[in-house]
């Protein structure tokens, strides 16, 4: 890599990873809220932990 890419490179909490955590976990309450509705049971039945 030369010295241009290794300034480019962001790691930790930052704006953009922020925001695709955020997307990220509105899919997957969206998700197991469908899940639940569709199966009519509760998420951790259905996943055998309860």
Not at 10 to 18: A, L, P, R, V, W
Not at 21 to 47: D, H, W
Request: charged share 20%; no cysteine; glycine share 4%.
């Amino acid at each position: 890599m030369n010295n241009k890419q290794n300034k480019d490179i962001k790691i930790g909490f930052t704006k953009d990873s922020e925001t695709w955590n955020g997307r990220v976990a509105m899919i997957s309450f969206t998700l197991i809220v469908v899940i639940e509705i569709i199966a009519q049971k509760p998420i951790l039945v259905l996943l055998n932990l309860r």
